[in-house]
């Protein structure tokens, strides 16, 4: 493993009470570094968005004291470490093991031994330009994160990688000017391309700037056909991107992508194991059907009219609302498919899948029957499945379940904050709300669904979303412009094992 470790003189704050969590920021954004290299110096940022990026694409981030991998304090495996970025830079919460070593770092970092913060990365994408008198600056663009650190001094966290003979990059290489330039002009190539969030196009461009340049560019799009014009894929992409933060439900089923528009999946009918036989015998077959779910594409969008006056409002970033607007629109319709989609033009939703289990649940349910029907679906879950699981439930179901208490007064939904997000969790399940399952206050509506969407619902998604413009007669009228966004894709449940439901009876 290739990496690079970067120091920061940032302060942890431990609680003061018996709890071993401790919080702080690991690095601030778009501030330089101190002078960094040996013969070629350079100063070094980290770009707005990048930490926030990394994170989402991380499989497991760990929370090491003094980088040493055998003295893991916390992780995003079981969500003891949260990170994420906000205004300021990269901040953590975490939740110390209570381990020998664990219970030392918590003692040292209260002490106020440990005054360092630390994380150890690999560039993915950078940006250098050069400032005079040998020196650059670095703005680091996209990387992927592999730790963070508690570190007594920066000296001590380096050499304690070197012992264990980790491949630390110590030099960084500093493009020739040469190369600066062909960079340089490469951006001057893309400034008509429109770009998402806070990424510049030139380093000199201010961002009041970047939005003239995204709200004039609509002027200038190169007709396609009739009165139409093809809204670069990069726009079009933010969207799909944008599906997965609005919709929790859309981000946790299984993505298939297909440059055709259809597939063809297993269908699993049960949880297959192995098993031991004598030395003369066969291996019989295991009970386990693999039926055929074909997935084949179905047209999915959103459009709206924007007046030229909203376009051409400088102060209006069109690179953020157009994009979150069509989203939201597009998202609501997918995610409701997904759960009870049942047209000819829709996904096969989870609600009305015959195949899947349920659980019924009287109309005149008390609290207590209603906790112990809850409390079933989840011991049902085959336990493959149970870790991935979350509860997705209908908004005025979810406010009925939050006020159920035990003996004690003690409500069972607990509320927490993950990524700087709400979360709530019913028996250490994640309870995901939605407006697109029923209420569960008429018979024969299903307001909950529980299982495993990764394990249990599959998604194809058509390689190519496509976002247009129309400038047509009566947007010309109107003094509008529209904005359609459509893409093909299509749902279905290809394991019954992983999910399961209640259904409100008599």
């Not at 050069?130 to 996209?142: Q, V, Y």
């Not at 029957?369 to 085959?382: A, P």
């Not at 909950?448 to 009566?474: F, I």
Request: net charge negative; no cysteine; proline share 3%.
């Amino acid at each position: 493993m290739k990496m690079e470790l970067r120091v920061a003189n940032t302060k942890l704050d431990a609680n003061q009470d018996s709890t071993m969590n401790v919080s702080g920021y690991v690095n601030k954004t778009e501030q330089l570094s101190e002078v960094l290299g040996g013969t070629k110096q350079f100063v070094e940022k980290i770009a707005k968005g990048t930490f926030a990026h990394a994170i989402k694409n991380a499989k497991e981030v760990s929370f090491l004291a003094e980088h040493d991998s055998k003295k893991i304090l916390a992780s995003t495996r079981n969500g003891s470490l949260q990170l994420r970025e906000d205004g300021q830079g990269l901040y953590i919460e975490a939740t110390i093991v209570p381990t020998s070593y664990g219970t030392d770092a918590y003692e040292l970092i209260k002490s106020g031994i440990f005054q360092n913060m630390s994380f150890g990365f690999r560039t993915i994408r950078e940006s250098w330009k050069a400032l005079g008198n040998g020196l650059h600056e670095r703005t680091i663009e996209e990387m992927e994160l592999f730790e963070v650190s508690v570190v007594k001094n920066p000296a001590y966290s380096q050499s304690t990688i070197a012992a264990r003979g980790i491949n630390l990059i110590e030099k960084v290489e500093i493009p020739s000017l040469a190369e600066n330039k062909k960079e340089e002009e490469k951006h001057k190539m893309e400034k008509t391309e429109f770009r998402y969030g806070n990424n510049k196009n030139e380093g000199e461009l201010s961002k009041e700037t970047e939005i003239r340049e995204f709200n004039n560019s609509f002027r200038d799009l190169q007709k396609t056909s009739g009165n139409e014009a093809l809204i670069p894929q990069t726009v079009a992409d933010i969207i799909v991107e944008k599906l997965e933060e609005t919709s929790p439900v859309f981000a946790r089923a299984r993505k298939i992508p297909s440059a055709s528009g259809s597939v063809k999946i297993p269908r699993e009918t049960a949880v297959g194991v192995g098993m031991f036989v004598g030395e003369a015998q066969n291996l019989s077959e295991e009970a386990m059907s693999l039926g055929e779910v074909a997935l084949n594409q179905k047209r999915a969008g959103a459009y709206i009219a924007l007046t030229n006056q909203l376009i051409n409002d400088a102060a209006t970033n069109m690179v953020e609302y157009v994009p979150n607007l069509l989203a939201k629109r597009t998202f609501k319709a997918i995610e409701k498919s997904i759960l009870r989609g049942t047209a000819a033009e829709e996904f096969r939703g989870i609600v009305p899948d015959t195949t899947i289990g349920k659980f019924d649940l009287s109309l005149a349910a008390t609290n207590d029957q209603l906790l112990e029907v809850l409390l079933d679906m989840v011991l049902n879950v085959h336990p493959e499945y149970l870790q991935k699981s979350q509860f997705i439930m209908a908004s005025p179901f979810y406010n009925r379940v939050a006020k159920l208490r035990d003996s004690s007064g003690h409500f069972y939904v607990q509320n927490g904050i993950v990524n700087g997000k709400p979360n709530y969790t019913l028996f250490g399940l994640e309870v995901v709300i939605t407006d697109s399952l029923e209420a569960g206050d008429t018979i024969g509506q299903t307001p909950v669904v529980l299982g495993s969407l990764v394990d249990g619902y599959a998604v194809m998604v058509k390689q190519g979303p496509k976002m247009t413009m129309v400038q047509d007669t009566d947007h010309a009228l109107r003094g509008s412009v529209g904005f359609l966004f459509d893409v093909y894709l299509d749902g279905a449940v290809y394991n019954p094992d992983a999910l399961t439901k209640l259904t409100v009876i008599a």
